[in-house]
């Protein structure tokens, strides 16, 4: 199956570069590139990508406002692609929002061309694309500059029973399943399967929103 890309960055080198990049791979096809935001929400609306790479700073419209109009579209538009920003910088406040807003995780512009192919496939199958090293950093980063809040988002961790929350706490520290199921002792299937019922119960999209709601919850504190 091909995945469809979209590819919207200010530069037009970088947009040159990741398009003929990704186009080479027999398993990714390249519908479209935009300069901007705006343009970028545009053409998404008419090409239909399944996942779109969207640069954090542009000019007209930033990756973030777009990535919202994407991910929460208005009445009657029933597509929404998933979004995988691309950033210079490893710790940027408007990726954290981002990963707030849905979006699937976050790239650094100047990533290996392995990883920027994985990447695309990562997001594509419905995962999320969490480098723990830098994702966890972030997070718990602006999880510090802004106090928990401990109001709903606590109340609604009431409805996991204990080895799901116990489960929850470790994606937020970066852990994948494999890492998950030593560290409980369990088959990795049964901890994907925890972690579906996880965002299920939770209604949140995939693990990018899990790692955000674990932090604003108070599940697990910045610096643990």
Known sequence: MTTRVMIVDDQAMVRAGFAALLAAQSDIDVVGEAPDGAQGVELSRRTRPDVVLMDVRMPEMDGLEAARRLLSPPPGVTHRPRVLML????????????LRAGASGFLLKDAPPADLIAAVRVVASGDALLAPSVTRRLIADFAQQRPAARGKPALRLKALTERETEVLTLVARGRSNTE?????????????????????????RDRAQAVVFAYESGLVAPGE
């Open 87 to 98: 950033t210079t910088f490893d710790v940027d406040d408007y990726v954290y929002e981002a």
């Open 180 to 204: 998950i199921a030593q560290t409980l002792v369990l088959a990795e299937q049964t901890v994907k399967t925890h972690v579906s019922r996880v965002l299920t119960k939770l209604d949140l």
